[in-house]
């Protein structure tokens, strides 16, 4: 039996492909360690994704290219490295690594249990994420999010957010005596509450800040895009057609706003009956056309299960009170999608052929 070699080992790891950028390691630059150890070898890879089902996939095919050399055991490191926006020298949040807006075209389309969900979700998979309920009017984040009290100062300058599941959350509803109190502001005002918001609040290190915004095309989105630069948008619709033509008005702004759209999600896409049959109570199709019209994926179709208005209900939202259900693992799915389109996007904007590279802390997982 020939003897197995360090250089044949890195070289058949080197051609191994990458399934967030289809790429191979050697192109993307991601391998940047190898051992071999007796009969078993030790690799380290960077990947700009933190999804799970990307890290397995890749050691698959590790495990396959390695078998083609005689190796039958592999201790995988993975560096989970968020790739970042860019940020200008007056950015108010440079720390903040990705801004992800939540939009929809109207109300009523569940815009809030998807960025509760999908916020939860990214930080299950390890991330440093933070949600700002921008939607003024309409504040829903301590209700699901079960969280009351009132932000405070440790400098007199930064306000703490309140945090719950390891989520930094801010909302104007933790300013509020009253939860039902009506808040009535002329639009300076609104921008201005916004602005603390954002540059106010003591967001830290984040991978993800997730803005959850208030419906339609207001002025909301053009305060944020004046003032920082956005990772991009996250539309939310439903099948109807009612949903979709007033998502086409959102998506038009965004394009006028040079925010970039990073998908579609369409909530309520189904229902699935006790005897396991689909039944699309809302029409179907809908965000797949929004999709195809605008040429970005459809990130999630999200079924309709009581279950995830009662859990938002009672401030545990299901990604977090149920995780196994077959709702959350679509959550936790949506979640990973975009952090890989966020990964490819920013891959696409550096140009060149290597992932995107990140300075600042890394996340590692072993996958042996």
Same mark, same amino acid.
């Given at each position: 039996?020939?003897?197995?070699?360090?250089?044949?080992?890195?070289?058949?790891?080197?051609?191994?492909v990458?399934?967030?950028?289809?790429?191979?390691?050697?192109k993307l630059?991601?391998l940047?360690?190898?051992?071999?150890?007796?009969?078993?070898? &030790?690799?380290r890879?960077r990947? !700009?994704?933190?999804a799970?089902?990307v890290?397995?996939?890749?050691?698959?095919?590790?495990?396959?290219?390695?078998?083609?050399?005689?190796v039958?055991?592999?201790?995988?490191v993975?560096?989970?490295?968020?790739?970042?926006?860019?940020?200008?020298?007056?950015? /108010?949040?440079?720390?903040?690594? #990705?801004?992800?807006?939540?939009?929809s075209g109207k109300? @009523?389309?569940?815009?809030?249990?998807v960025?509760a969900?999908?916020?939860?979700a990214?930080?299950? !998979? @390890?991330t440093?994420?933070? &949600?700002?309920?921008?939607?003024?009017y309409?504040?829903s984040? /301590?209700t699901?999010?079960?969280?009351?009290?009132h932000?405070? $100062?440790?400098?007199?300058?930064?306000?703490?957010?309140?945090?719950?599941? =390891?989520?930094? &959350?801010?909302?104007?509803?933790? &300013?509020?005596?009253?939860?039902?109190?009506?808040?009535?502001?002329?639009?300076?005002?609104?921008?201005? *509450?916004?602005q603390?918001f954002? $540059?106010?609040?003591?967001w830290?290190?984040?991978d993800?800040?997730v803005?959850?915004?208030p419906?339609?095309t207001?002025?909301?989105a053009?305060?944020?895009?004046? #003032?920082?630069?956005?990772?991009?948008?996250?539309?939310?619709?439903?099948p109807?057609?009612?949903a979709?033509?007033?998502?086409?008005?959102a998506?038009?702004?965004?394009?006028k706003?040079?925010?970039?759209?990073? =998908?579609?999600?369409e #909530?309520?896409?189904?229902?699935?009956?006790?005897?396991?049959?689909?039944?699309?109570?809302?029409g179907?199709? =809908?965000?797949?056309?929004?999709a195809e019209?605008w040429?970005?994926p459809?990130?999630?179709?999200?079924?309709?299960?009581?279950?995830?208005?009662?859990?938002?209900?009672?401030?545990?939202?299901?990604?977090? $009170?149920?995780?196994?259900s077959?709702?959350?693992?679509?959550?936790m799915?949506?979640?990973?999608n975009l952090?890989?389109?966020?990964?490819?996007?920013?891959?696409e904007?550096?140009?060149?052929?290597? *992932?995107?590279?990140?300075?600042?802390?890394?996340?590692?997982?072993?996958?042996?």
């Open positions: 039996m020939a003897t197995i070699t360090e250089e044949a080992v890195h070289a058949a790891l080197a051609e191994v990458d399934p967030t950028f289809e790429a191979t390691l050697a630059g991601t940047s360690e190898v051992k071999l150890d007796g009969a078993k070898v &030790l690799a890879v990947v !700009s994704s933190p799970e089902s890290q397995v996939e890749l050691r698959k095919r590790a495990e396959a290219a390695l078998k083609a050399v005689g039958d055991e592999l201790a995988l993975f560096d989970v490295q968020v790739p970042t926006r860019e940020t200008t020298s007056n950015d /108010p949040i440079p720390a903040v690594r #990705n801004v992800i807006l939540v939009m109300g @009523g389309v569940g815009k809030s249990t960025a969900n999908l916020a939860l990214l930080a299950r !998979s @390890g440093r994420v933070g &949600l700002l309920d921008a939607d003024v309409g504040p984040v /301590p699901m999010l079960g969280i009351e009290g932000p405070t $100062s440790k400098d007199g300058k930064l306000i703490e957010p309140l945090q719950r599941f =390891g989520v930094k &959350l801010m909302s104007i509803g933790f &300013l509020l005596e009253d939860p039902r109190q009506a808040v009535i502001w002329r639009g300076a005002m609104l921008h201005g *509450a916004l603390q954002i $540059s106010d609040v003591n830290g290190e984040l993800y800040l803005l959850d915004l419906p339609g207001g002025d909301v053009l305060t944020l895009a004046q #003032n920082l630069k956005v990772t991009g948008a996250v539309m939310v619709t439903t109807q057609e009612v979709v033509i007033d998502v086409h008005k998506l038009s702004m965004c394009k706003l040079d925010i970039p759209v990073l =998908g579609i999600v #909530n309520m896409s189904y229902f699935v009956d006790p005897s396991g049959e689909r039944h699309a109570l809302f179907e199709g =809908g965000g797949a056309r929004l019209e040429k970005t459809v990130l999630a179709q999200i079924p309709i299960d009581p279950a995830v208005g009662r859990a938002g209900d009672a401030g545990t939202p299901v990604v977090q $009170s149920d995780p196994t077959a709702s959350a693992k679509v959550f799915a949506l979640a990973e952090s890989e389109r966020i990964a490819r996007l920013h891959r904007r550096a140009g060149g052929d290597e *992932a995107p590279v990140t300075e600042g802390p890394k996340r590692l997982r072993i996958l042996r």
